[in-house]
């Protein structure tokens, strides 16, 4: 079966503060890129088509309600969190064992979004 999610687009105020938070929190680097005009920051990805970036809008579009997106610290829960706090984020909801379904931390990014950092 393929994803049933292949890519997210995910509101950020302030660019390069989004890509420095991003970076630091998944501990890879988040890419600043272009295409026909349009700057964005191109989120880590593996050999598929499941990834995202982050595009900038105005601060009335980000919101802390709507689908929670979960994003892979696999084995630095702990550093990513750190890095979140670190980078202007906030813990939402603490740390959580979810048993067979991993780890997760609930956190408010730079921007104002609400996003899960999961791990197994």
Known sequence: MDNQIV?????VVNLDRAISFYSAVLGNEVKKEAYEGCAFGLLPHANTNVSGCLIEVDESKITKSGPLLYFNVNGRIE????QAIAHGGSVDEPFMDMGAHGKRVVVIDSEGNRIALHSE
Do not use: L, R, Y
């Open 7 to 11: 890519w997210v687009d995910m509101p």
């Open 79 to 82: 550093a990513a969190t750190e």
